[in-house]
């Protein structure tokens, strides 16, 4: 069946083209992995998607074939040329994934403001101008999560002292006699503060999160699995949600969405990661923390997965229609708006994936809410 081009601009990269190094049985590759689908995971929290060239470029270093430094070096030759087929986001996403991978693979780590900065500014150094800089004004971010609302984040000028406070709080708190959950719960606090002051004009959520991941190695907390690198914009929504209150609209800061990923994360729990439950509209009624009660009002997805396989639908176009499933379920009517919110892909690609949904009969179009509103069937 012949793709058109905004199709494939849609769907290129593969769900997780680091799967096969977690089964072959080496140590030393299946940890080059985890770093790599780590980094290459964490551009979700900005709908960034890398090329096939930094993904061959990654299976190269793991294999051995290059080194860390050699696999930089690629990726920078590679867009220093003149002509390349790759998009601005692209590029970002390249570089960025390749120094978190860097990153990573160096386990040195001091805890200190100088050293989360200094992340920020090795992450992001070559991409942003303000690389490793404080922002100086304040700002706003529209939030699917929050029906478009945002969090209130630190001003602009008390950035460094909020910072200072949080980073002596932590030093000095002890982890001492604490059980498994409290720690989990203050750990929660901490990144979820961190992340608020958002002191950085981008790439906040990539530096909190490499932070983040070091700060726990360092901690004696083993944290190489898949959690961060297929649930980051859970994580990205989940501070959102721990950082927000509308008391008018009856919304809390809520901190047990963090906490469920953190148990993940540290302990290996199988704690369901659905966005939608995060979104402040889901309906309370069909919600609860108690997880039988939460089973019986989860829309099934396997009629969504056959449909997809039947019609031998391409991997990226199968994972974007599973992430709008995710965010919107059953309940929820969406229109190419939210599409573009959730996915980041422009207005184009996201009206041909609506036609295509609907084409294959996921979706029924919706009279009364405006014009091209749909809800899965």
């Given at each position: ?27 030393d ?11 290459v ?23 051995g ?73 304040n700002i ?80 004696g907390f ?82 969504i ?9 391409s ?5 974007n ?40 009969k ?16």
């Amino acid at each position: 069946m012949k793709r058109d081009k905004t199709e494939i601009q849609i769907d290129e990269i593969r769900e997780d083209p680091f799967e096969e190094y977690f089964k072959i049985g080496e140590p030393d590759k299946a940890n080059k992995a985890y770093v790599w689908q780590t980094a290459v995971g964490l551009q979700d929290v900005d709908k960034l998607r890398p090329s096939e060239y930094l993904l061959s470029t990654a299976r190269e270093n793991i294999d051995g074939n290059i080194s860390m430094d050699e696999a930089r070096k690629r990726i920078d030759s590679y867009y220093e040329e003149a002509v390349h087929h790759t998009t601005e986001d692209t590029e970002e996403a390249d570089k960025v994934s390749v120094h978190i991978a860097e990153i990573l693979s160096d386990e040195s780590f001091v805890f200190s403001q100088a050293q989360y900065i200094s992340i920020h500014r090795r992450l992001f150094g070559g991409v942003y101008s303000h690389a490793g800089k404080l922002r100086d004004y304040n700002i706003k971010k529209k939030e699917w999560v929050l029906d478009g609302e945002s969090v209130v984040y630190g001003g602009a000028f008390d950035l460094r002292e909020t910072l200072e406070y949080d980073f002596r709080m932590e030093k000095e708190f002890s982890y001492a006699d604490l059980t498994m959950s409290e720690i989990i719960s203050h750990l929660a606090g901490f990144v979820s503060r961190l992340w608020q002051i958002h002191i950085f004009c981008e790439g906040n959520t990539r530096a909190t999160a490499v932070f983040f991941i070091k700060y726990l190695r360092s901690m004696g907390f083993n944290v190489t699995n898949d959690v961060f690198a297929k649930n980051a914009w859970y994580f990205r929504n989940a501070l959102v949600r721990a950082n927000y209150r509308n008391v008018n609209m009856g919304v809390y800061e809520d901190m047990s969405f963090l906490e469920l990923f953190l148990r993940n994360l540290l302990l290996g729990e199988k704690n369901e990661l659905k966005n939608r439950y995060m979104h402040i509209r889901w309906d309370e009624t069909t919600h609860s923390k108690d997880k039988r009660h939460i089973e019986r009002h989860i829309p099934d997805e396997n009629h969504i997965l056959k449909r997809l396989e039947a019609e031998a639908v391409s991997s990226r176009t199968k994972t974007n229609i599973l992430k709008l499933y995710d965010s919107f379920g059953k309940e929820r009517i969406f229109g190419r708006g939210d599409v573009v919110d959730v996915l980041g892909i422009t207005e184009k690609p996201a009206s041909t994936l609506l036609g295509k949904m609907y084409k294959l009969k996921l979706t029924e179009k919706i009279t009364g809410a405006g014009k091209g509103k749909y809800r899965f069937i």
